[in-house]
């Protein structure tokens, strides 16, 4: 708390101190609420994509053989749509929690290439910080907080303006969960809203579909989950999934090609 011992000084004597002060890194909302408010706006055409997705993962929460406020929790405890449909989907078919644990977590296995591009900007700051930042960190807020990150010098801003479409996307989520999950328990049980879970998905997967490494990882991906139905503890779906990425990562361009043949397939690929 105090300097340690400092030489004597004649009276009258000017002596210079140098002394280092570390650069904050807590965020005062006053001081950078532009920041914050930004990045809230930048989430907002997230939003409207995201919030049908949560309605009806609410939904199939609440007509699912599981209890409702279970299938809510999947949202701040998962906080990743797809795991979170995935853990409805089997906990509904009875499947065992350790396969659940299992498919959830390899189906977020990209929030680890994330995280690793999040550190480079997130070094230095207290652990409260990185634990806060990496609990939010998903597909929407990624890609807000890069965008800054990228043009930003000051960090402290950048952490502004992801701090704040984070926080943003993560109660507007866990809102509509809620709202679909409320609306679901009064729907009559022939109105089966959880059909829209596989149509919203395959509408995201179709657009990707361009590319040669998406349409072979998906084939892999498909045909190995129904050949694996039979496994036990329902792992066909994580099967399934590793085999995908397996297959979409081991052929793609750069992987063990020349150059020159991969800037071929590109350009192939721009003129359709």
């Not at 792992?235 to 397996?246: E, K, P, Q, T, Y």
Request: charged share 15%; glycine share 10%.
């Amino acid at each position: 708390m105090f300097p340690p011992s400092l030489p004597a000084v004649a009276p009258g004597q000017l002596v210079n101190v140098k002394v280092r002060v570390k650069e904050p890194t807590i965020i005062r909302y006053r001081a950078y609420r532009r920041d914050f408010v930004g990045g809230m706006r930048a989430m907002v055409p997230w939003l409207i994509g995201v919030a049908p997705f949560g309605l009806v993962i609410g939904v199939s929460a609440a007509q699912a053989d599981i209890p409702t406020l279970a299938g809510w929790l999947t949202g701040p405890l998962i906080y990743a749509g797809s795991a979170q449909v995935a853990t409805i989907q089997m906990l509904d078919a009875g499947a065992a929690p350790y396969a659940v644990i299992v498919t959830a977590m390899v189906i977020n296995l990209r929030l680890i290439l994330y995280s690793g591009a999040m550190a480079t900007y997130w070094r230095g700051t207290p652990l409260w910080w990185r634990l806060l930042g990496g609990y939010l960190l998903i597909d929407p807020s990624f890609v807000v907080g890069v965008e800054r990150y990228g043009r930003e010098s000051d960090r402290r801003r950048g952490h502004a303006h992801y701090l704040g479409g984070a926080v943003v996307l993560w109660v507007t989520w866990l809102a509509v969960i809620a709202v679909g999950a409320t609306a679901g328990a009064r729907l009559p049980d022939w109105l089966r809203l959880e059909f829209l879970i596989p149509l919203y998905l395959i509408g995201e997967i179709v657009p990707k579909l361009r590319q040669v490494a998406t349409r072979r990882a998906v084939l892999v991906a498909a045909v190995v989950a129904v050949a694996c139905l039979s496994v036990p503890m329902h792992l066909g779906i994580a099967i399934g999934i590793v085999a995908g990425i397996a297959a979409g990562v081991t052929n793609a361009p750069g992987m063990g090609r020349p150059a020159v043949k991969s800037e071929a397939v590109s350009t192939e690929e721009g003129h359709r």
